[in-house]
């Protein structure tokens, strides 16, 4: 006997018109089902005109006290759908930001939302935190981590969320690393670290990450090289080599570097550049020929992706920092570069800067 199949799966891929269609068709066999179509319609239709005049109150912005009439409006959206629910929210928390209300009152609202409201979007505390102020974030805190210490569940997973946006807004960067770094590994949790210590100034330990993350995974990430890309430009130096290498290991994997380049030749540029630079420091004839061999290579990822000019900087800029290395000097004019002209990587430092 076949089991049975899996209707919601079904359901999800279909388009919006042949489920309205579905919809529509049933409703026609059942009047109950047509008549709570009907009431939702209604109510549907009601919703956009009193958010467009919500809206355009904020933005004439009116000195009038807007959070009552925000208020009202959100609890009105019973059968809203979820986009109309989140403009509400957004609109709510803007008349927050201008006439705050009780403290008290507006974290039982989000917090009642957040855990009892699973169909609505849960509001972003960083939209309220104006109207919370330290008051509001300590009792938010307090009941936030009361459900922390609760056993898994819903209601915790819940917590860990309103926790991760209560650690951002308050700029308590360790405490929000904690929470990420309890999270099973993704390359969407990986990415989110890198950004946080990013936006801490700790870009040290986000390269050691990005480098870290992209060496163990089975599949090179696009967006966590785009990152490293990015602290490359910033702080091209050895040291950040250095500490890329003793995060990652002895050895760069060129397999993924290839597969990478075969996939995303955009992203594959840095790791190429960081390759080369393993190999030059070296300070071996061989691993020079095999830098020269790397940079061949990365010469043809920059005309995949019509970038040849900033190869050339690139180079002009490798040539400068190892000028005193003669024997890899000799081996990148032999390979036969269209050799850059002198003050070449100036100009690019001063075009970037």
Not at 249 to 264: D, F, T, V, Y
Request: hydrophobic letters at 40%.
């Amino acid at each position: 006997m076949h089991p049975a199949p899996d209707l919601r799966a079904y359901l999800r891929t279909l388009d919006a018109e042949t489920l309205a269609e579905l919809l529509h068709a049933e409703a026609e066999r059942n009047p109950e089902l047509r008549r709570e179509l009907e009431r939702r319609a209604a109510a549907a239709a009601k919703a956009g005109p009193a958010l467009d005049m919500l809206q355009r109150l904020l933005d004439a912005g009116t000195q009038a006290d807007l959070t009552p009439l925000a208020r009202r409006t959100l609890d009105r959206l019973e059968h809203a759908t979820t986009a109309e629910r989140r403009r509400a929210i957004a609109l709510y928390a803007r008349a927050c930001a201008t006439h705050p209300p009780d403290a008290v009152l507006l974290v039982d609202w989000i917090l009642g939302v957040a855990f009892h409201r699973p169909d609505w979007p849960e509001p972003r505390i960083a939209d309220f935190a104006g109207a919370l102020g330290e008051r509001g974030l300590d009792r938010l805190k307090s009941t936030v981590d009361r459900v922390l210490a609760e056993r898994a569940g819903p209601r915790r997973n819940v917590a860990r969320r309103l926790a991760e946006q209560l650690a951002e807004v308050t700029g308590d960067v360790d405490t929000l690393l904690t929470l990420l770094a309890e999270e099973a590994p993704t390359p969407e949790v990986d990415l989110r670290i890198v950004r946080v210590l990013r936006a801490a100034g700790r870009h040290g330990e986000a390269v050691a990450h990005a480098a870290r993350t992209l060496v163990h995974r089975d599949r090179p990430q696009g967006g966590l090289l785009a990152l490293r890309r990015a602290e490359f430009r910033r702080n091209p130096d050895t040291a950040t080599y250095s500490a890329l290498r003793q995060a990652a290991g002895e050895r760069w994997p060129e397999e993924r570097a290839a597969a990478l380049a075969a996939l995303e030749p955009a992203d594959a540029i840095p790791l190429y550049r960081l390759y080369v630079e393993e190999l030059i420091a070296q300070k071996d004839v061989s691993r020079y020929q095999e830098a020269v061999r790397v940079l061949k290579e990365l010469r043809g990822l920059h005309r995949r992706t019509e970038t040849p000019d900033e190869f050339t900087h690139y180079l002009a800029d490798l040539l400068e920092r190892h000028r005193r290395k003669t024997r890899l000097v000799v081996e990148i004019r032999n390979a036969r570069f269209a050799m850059p002209k002198a003050g070449t990587h100036r100009k690019a430092d001063t075009m970037s800067a």
